[in-house]
């Protein structure tokens, strides 16, 4: 996959007859893949390619000043959008200029003219354009006349009748309910980021921990919990069990003194993981943050916690299709 950033590395030669997305595409969650889904279709009618066009940061934060947190980083959406087949993603820089420019001139001057686009899929929700005017009906009254294939998709709903949104999964990780998250998502909920150094302190006690670099990551509460870590990304094909630490290590650290981090202890892995890249499922929590009287009953608990994350493994309790794992990993 690749990726163009700006309006200005639009250019019509760049393209393969291409069949077009638009959104933030937050999470890519089980609607937006939904979405994913008919444009690949529509590429493969158009013997061309699938081409998503999303935003550096949520235009809300330009809009309306400030926006809700991201579900997924930059980085952590192109990794996944890699992973629903997608050819080229256009990442453009949501700004004051872009956030003025009407509907009909984006559908003309970058849809059809920038990118040449051969069709179009719009999102049940999609808006774009100055004021948020332009939508799939905007979409075919603008493109159609020039030959440019328009559909639409309906939105997705859970047996509940509630629609998939990313504003869903911020509610359901706010409140912890990852298993609901990951219902939404169609995976289970994951943290994605670089390994980077941090004190030591996990291999002092005898437990190393990757700490993880998220670039604005949505994560739940503090606390401990359980899951699967992918090393390196899928291509590497190494996923293990892992716990891992949300928190600010109040043994260590007196509380509200220490900024919250993300660690995490992947048992039995040996090697180098600094500078490696960690897409960590979550499947449960399996403690509250504490503070302890010291080291020796800091790591009684940590011992206490990896022996339960593999019961929950073992037993059954947790089983998900984790990408890049190998199927269904228990």
Same mark, same amino acid.
């Given at each position: ?78 990794? =996944? *959008?890699? &992973? ?6 256009? +990442?453009? @820089?949501? $700004?004051?200029?872009? !956030?003025?420019? #009407? ?80 219902? =939404? *998502?169609? &995976? ?6 670089? +390994?980077? @150094?941090? $004190?030591?302190?996990? !291999?002092?006690? #005898? ?83 504490? &503070? ?39």
């Amino acid at each position: 996959m690749r990726t163009l950033e700006g309006l200005g590395a639009l250019r019509r030669e760049r393209f393969r007859r291409p069949a077009v997305t638009l959104g933030v595409f937050d999470g890519v969650h089980r609607g937006h893949r939904a979405v994913l889904a008919r444009t690949r279709e529509m590429a493969a009618r158009l013997n061309g390619e699938v081409v998503v066009v999303t935003f550096h940061v949520h235009p809300k934060a330009v809009t309306h000043g400030e926006a809700p947190p991201l579900v997924t980083s930059l980085r952590h959406r192109l990794h =996944l *959008l890699r &992973r629903e087949g997608v050819d080229t993603v256009a +990442v453009l @820089r949501f $700004d004051r200029d872009l !956030r003025e420019m #009407g509907a009909e001139a984006f559908a003309d001057d970058v849809l059809a003219g920038a990118i040449g686009a051969g069709g179009v899929v719009a999102g049940h929700d999609t808006r774009f354009g100055r004021d948020r005017r332009g939508d799939a009906a905007m979409l075919r009254e603008r493109l159609a006349p020039l030959g440019v294939l328009v559909e639409s998709t309906e939105p997705v709903r859970m047996a509940d009748g509630e629609i998939v949104s990313s504003s869903a999964i911020r509610a359901a990780v706010a409140r912890g309910d990852l298993a609901r998250a990951g219902d =939404l *998502l169609g &995976r289970p909920p994951a943290l994605f980021g670089t +390994v980077v @150094r941090g $004190d030591g302190r996990g !291999r002092s006690l #005898g437990f190393p921990t990757a700490n993880l670099d998220l670039e604005g990551e949505l994560r739940p509460g503090r606390g401990v919990y359980g899951g699967v870590a992918a090393i390196g990304g899928e291509r590497d094909g190494a996923a293990r069990p892992c716990v891992v630490n949300i928190g600010g290590r109040p043994t260590f650290h007196p509380e509200g003194s220490r900024a919250e981090t993300v660690e995490a202890h992947v048992p039995d892995w040996e090697g180098d993981l600094y500078g490696r890249t960690l897409e960590v499922f979550l499947l449960g929590k399996l403690r509250d943050e504490r &503070r302890f009287d010291g080291p020796d009953a800091l790591r009684a608990q940590i011992a206490a916690d990896i022996a339960e994350m593999r019961r929950r493994f073992r037993d059954g309790e947790w089983r998900a299709d984790v990408p890049g794992a190998g199927g269904t990993w228990t």
